[in-house]
């Protein structure tokens, strides 16, 4: 970790507002690429004629307008179960920053589409909690590969007893991880 350290600098972590925005943004952000996920989630809060997106604004888009922005019929129905379950009280996203992590994992993981890790992610990026480990993100997994020389990409298991020596700060080291594997443009 001490090599990755050196050679990815300062940590630099963006936060994000730990509010149904974010949320929502990450749902539309699962498993796209970075500029694909952007343009869409950007077309679908003009749709929604807003910059921050609430509920409301959601729940009064029709399935095609929401399609139209380019979101999959599963996304769709992910964000609006969400919208729906935190307009019932059902998701309160003023009691997550009181909560522990494994409550706010159970909390979050109450609606579709949001599963261990989206959650993980937002306790580490919008709630900014120091020590959490997602031990099925895969860029976390090849970079301990690559860093402790590994054959294979590890178990859950090894990369939590890997994790250990970076307790309480594991959501620092994971920070590393993601930056050790980054592919660099060469200028």
């Known amino acids: ?7 990815v600098g300062p940590y630099r972590p963006r936060h994000a507002t730990p509010d149904f925005h974010n949320m929502a943004r990450s749902i539309a952000y699962q498993q796209l690429h970075g500029k694909a996920a952007a343009t869409i989630f950007g077309r679908l809060c003009t749709a929604a004629g807003c910059d921050t997106l ?3 604004k ?7 307008q929401m399609r139209a922005a380019g979101l ?6 992910y964000i609006r179960d969400l919208a729906e379950k935190t307009l019932s009280g059902d998701i309160d996203f003023t009691q997550l920053p009181q909560m522990d992590d494994e409550d706010v994992i159970e909390h979050l993981t109450r609606v579709k ?3 261990r890790w989206s959650a993980q992610m937002f306790l580490m990026f919008a709630l900014q909690r120091p020590d959490v ?10 970079a301990i590969k690559k860093a402790y020389g590994k054959r294979q990409i590890p178990k859950p298991k090894q990369v939590l007893k890997i994790s250990e020596r970076w307790r309480p700060y594991r959501s620092v080291a994971c920070w590393y991880l993601w ?3 980054e592919v660099v443009a060469p200028e």
Request: aromatic residues 0%; hydrophobic residues 50%.
């Open 1 to 7: 970790m001490a090599a990755i350290i050196e050679r």
């Open 54 to 56: 609430t509920p409301l």
């Open 58 to 64: 959601v729940l009064a888009l029709s399935i095609e």
């Open 72 to 77: 999959s019929k599963q996304k769709l129905t």
């Open 113 to 115: 589409g949001i599963g």
């Open 133 to 142: 480990m997602p031990t099925v993100d895969l860029g976390i997994n090849v």
């Open 179 to 181: 930056r050790s594997v």
